[in-house]
């Protein structure tokens, strides 16, 4: 069982950045393979990043590439979301979840946190 914790999101003005933090309790936390889902409202949940178990591998969407970074501190059972340049488009609820496999689909998650809003206004 991993039970995870978003945190960090809120209002931001365009061209502006934030931290998420998903903070994750369970044993078997380092074992899973973490990924950072969005959901705008009226639209469906749609893959952001995705870190490996052990840090060592990052994937992101094609329109986040070079704007957003994932990371993981797995010693402390965290896992970061770094926003940059930030538009408006970027307003959405952010989940993070966890996976013993890899991919960008939601279906292939086990464990969800609650997400944090994130409003990114003009």
């Known amino acids: 069982q991993v039970q995870l914790v978003e945190s960090g999101g809120g209002l931001v003005q365009a061209g502006g950045s934030l931290r998420l933090s998903c903070a994750a309790s369970?044993?078997?936390?380092?074992?899973?393979?973490i990924g950072w889902f969005r959901q705008a409202p009226g639209k469906e949940r749609e893959f952001a990043s995705l870190?490996?178990?052990?840090?060592?591998?990052?994937y992101y969407a094609d329109s986040l590439r070079g704007r957003f970074t994932i990371s993981r501190d797995n010693a402390k059972n965290m896992v970061y979301l770094e926003m940059n340049s930030l538009k408006p488009e970027d307003t959405a609820v952010y989940y993070c979840?966890?996976?013993?496999?890899?991919?960008?689909?939601?279906?292939?998650?086990?464990?969800w946190g609650q997400g944090t809003q994130v409003t990114v206004s003009s």
């Open positions: 870190i490996s178990w052990n840090g060592g591998t990052t």
């Open positions: 979840a966890a996976s013993r496999g890899w991919s960008p689909e939601p279906s292939e998650y086990s464990y």
């Open positions: 369970g044993r078997t936390f380092s074992g899973y393979n």
